[in-house]
């Protein structure tokens, strides 16, 4: 490992899974999380990347604790980084399309996970920029 002589001021690095929940080959819809910690609202599932991880088992990891599903990665979508889409402070979210199957349970910082047809999503109640996130990605 490098030591530095300064420690660096960059932003911090996260991972929001879109999980695209199919039963039986059938497509059911998106997963989505209701928030326990600030700020509370309903969010795409993820977390931060830890030191010495890979970004992408950092999304399996995120994705398993919060919905307790088993995701398969399917690629990234887009990286996000603007300064305020996050009000606790900055953050990079590379954000993953994925596909899982089951039934998701909230667990870790989730309270509730919950499946939502496309045209069901709550834009309104979604924090952070996930409702920008989920607008570009069902364009296309």
């Not at 910690?37 to 088992?57: H, M, Q, S, Y």
């Not at 496309?118 to 920029?129: G, N, R, Y």
Request: net charge negative; aromatic share 12%; charged share 30%.
């Amino acid at each position: 490992m490098y030591s530095y002589p300064f420690i660096p001021k960059t932003p911090f690095l996260a991972v929001d899974g879109i999980i695209k929940l199919f039963w039986q080959e059938k497509f059911q819809g998106i997963v989505l999380i209701e928030r326990k910690n600030e700020p509370i609202g309903l969010a795409l599932p993820g977390g931060f990347v830890e030191i010495g991880e890979r970004v992408e088992d950092a999304l399996v990891r995120e994705m398993k604790e919060e919905t307790s599903l088993d995701v398969k990665i399917m690629r990234l979508f887009k990286l996000y980084s603007d300064p305020t889409r996050d009000p606790r402070f900055h953050t990079v979210s590379a954000v993953f399309e994925c596909i899982a199957q089951g039934e998701p349970k909230g667990r870790d910082d989730a309270k509730e996970a919950k499946v939502y047809k496309l045209e069901e999503i709550p834009f309104d109640i979604l924090v952070f920029d996930h409702a920008k996130i989920l607008r570009e990605f069902l364009v296309g």
